[in-house]
């Protein structure tokens, strides 16, 4: 994921995805949902400034819009604006590929992040939500230290995102690995939260609630 600090300004924000949390079915306290994007007044000042800086917005969903006052490099006050959004290949969301795009009174601060990266894969799960719910909830019992804390899970909602999750994301000189994947965490918390593949329910990186880990 790309980052750019701006002057008094930190921004943290964990990606979705598109088009209103739209919640496809439940099964089991799970439910699927898609990419949130931006609306109202913000999506229209997004798209202005897109087009404004001639920056091409296919296959982008954007979902965070910040802007603030602060002295630039010539001690002068500037209007910062910055957007980010996910990357999507047919509909999906593309994990850890957000863009970043960062403004100075109305035009572009830096290079164009836009991705090129291309997905072969379908997009249809094959995954039950059952069976993703008790892959998580076997998975963050595992990690736990606190094993009340993972059995506290059985009686909480999840919600699960279905995109494309690449396997050498942290080796870019590998070359890009896709595979289908779903984000899931429970309902009302960012915490615990995990990927787990489409084809066999193994996690791919997983980060419980009471420490700081990873699978495999």
Known sequence: MKKLIYPL???VVMASCKKAALKVSENGCISQVGITGLSGADSVTVA????NNNLPTTNLVFYTYQTYNALNQQSQMADYQIAEAA???????????DETYGFENGTLNGPSPLSTQTVSLDNKPTL??????????TQ??????NPSV?????????????GYYDLNVDFPLKGADFVKAWYVRPKNSQWPHGYFRDDNGAAIFFSPLTRSGNVP
């Not at 039950?128 to 909830?137: A, E, K, N, V």
């Not at 963050?140 to 230290?145: H, I, N, V």
């Open 87 to 97: 990357y999507v290949q047919n509909g999906l969301q593309l994990f850890f590929y």
């Open 140 to 145: 963050d019992k595992g990690m736990e230290y």
């Open 128 to 137: 039950s939500l059952q069976t993703l719910r008790d892959s998580f909830i």
């Open 9 to 11: 300004l930190a921004i």
């Open 150 to 162: 993972a059995l506290g899970l059985k009686d909480s909602c999840l919600v699960a995102q279905f």
């Open 48 to 51: 202005g400034l897109m087009k």
